[in-house]
Every structure is written in structure tokens, then in C-alpha cells.
């Protein structure tokens, strides 16, 4: 029964607790970069603040990444779509390095655009039973090659058709991201100049005063 209860508060997630693993996963987002050191040790000692299992942790940022993923998909398809997902921009911290995603940021995004053009090209280069009976021969009358040559262009022309579209689709999801790219450089820009003006600040602050 203490195993239960105990699965039954891991599988229970506030916004308080997510947070704090988020937290505690940027400040060790050096060492989850490294390859050298083992992810399992990390997730101990970060769900010994949390106060939930270490596999619960993983598990529960395994899914908010996902969550990422599928809302920074979006975010790309359509630049004006408002994200308010409220861990979003701690994902853009952790997967934004010098104003680019990381690579596997990169790869997620760009299997979604894959899927999309194997599905297409899929449903064209397939032929119906119709038309692979009609070019077959199975037909009552039997089949004239004129028909098989109709046919043939069709789908030539739907491939053709097909190709230019997802060209061009790639091409606006190329563009959306570059444009997306670039508000992130732009974003960090501006805080590091903030961070730079605060530093100045500091500096002026604890600097003696000349006596009178």
C-alpha cells in the first residue's frame, strides 16, 4: 500500500513542483550537456528537491519536452500564433544555445515536415486498385493503352504538382524558422546588453567615494 501511495503522489504534478525541477535542470544544464556524466545522477539529486522519484522526474520532463516540441511546431507554421504554454520560454533557455536550437531540437522539427512530405508522395505514388486493375488488364472489355498512358499522366502530373507543393511548404517552414532564429538572437542581444548595463551599474555603486 506505501508503494502505491507513493506512485499515486509521484504521477501528481503542481506548477510549483515543475518549476522547481526546471529550475534545477538549467542549473545543471552544463553537466545534462556533458556526455561524460551520467543523467541518472543528475535526476537524483535533482528529484531529492522535488521530492519525487528520479525516474518520475525524468519521465514528467520527457513529456513537457514533448509538449515543447509540438507547440514550437506550431510556433514555426504560424510566426503569429501566441505560445501560453507556461514553460515555454524555460524549453527555449535550455534548447536556445547562441541564438540557434540544438541540433535535436532541429532534427524533431524537421521529422514533422518529413512526415508530412512521405504521407504526400505516399497517397500519390500508390495507385488504386482501379487504376493498377486498368493497367493490368482487368477490366471487361479490356484495357486500351491509351487509357494506361491517361492514367500515367495523371499521376505524373499530381507527383509534379505534389513535389512543387512541399518545395514551397518547406521553404515557408525554412523561412518561419530563420525569422524565429533571429527574434532569439535579437532577444538574447538585448539581455546581455541589459546584463551589461546592470554590471556597469554594480561597478559605479561600489566604487569609493572621493572624501570632502
Given amino acids: 500500500m506505501d ?28 553537466k545534462f550537456r556533458n556526455p561524460k556524466i551520467r543523467k541518472k545522477n543528475l535526476w537524483v539529486d535533482i528529484s531529492t528537491a522535488v521530492g519525487k522519484g528520479p525516474d518520475c522526474c525524468n519521465k514528467k520532463f520527457r513529456n513537457l519536452k514533448q509538449t515543447y516540441i509540438r507547440l514550437l511546431k506550431k510556433k514555426i507554421r504560424d510566426c503569429t500564433a501566441t505560445v501560453k504554454w507556461p514553460y515555454f520560454n524555460i524549453f527555449e533557455e535550455i534548447y536556445v544555445v547562441d541564438g540557434e536550437y540544438q541540433p535535436e531540437i532541429q532534427q524533431k522539427v524537421q521529422e514533422g515536415s518529413n512526415e508530412s512530405i512521405a504521407k504526400a508522395l505516399l497517397s500519390i505514388s500508390t495507385p488504386s486498385k482501379f487504376e493498377d486493375g486498368h493497367e493490368n488488364g482487368e477490366t471487361s472489355g479490356g484495357q486500351s493503352e491509351e487509357v494506361r498512358k491517361r492514367l500515367t499522366r495523371k499521376r505524373n502530373a499530381e507527383l509534379r504538382k505534389a513535389t512543387l507543393e512541399i518545395r514551397d511548404r518547406q521553404r515557408v517552414v525554412e523561412e518561419k524558422l530563420d525569422r524565429l532564429i533571429n527574434i532569439v538572437e535579437e532577444s538574447n542581444s538585448i539581455q546581455r546588453e541589459r546584463n551589461k548595463l546592470f554590471q556597469e551599474f554594480l561597478e559605479k555603486l561600489n566604487q569609493p567615494r572621493d572624501e570632502c
Fill in 3 to 30: 508503494g502505491e501511495a507513493a506512485d499515486d503522489a509521484d504521477d501528481h504534478w503542481d506548477n510549483s513542483s515543475i518549476k522547481i525541477m526546471l529550475n534545477l535542470y538549467l542549473q545543471n544544464i552544463e
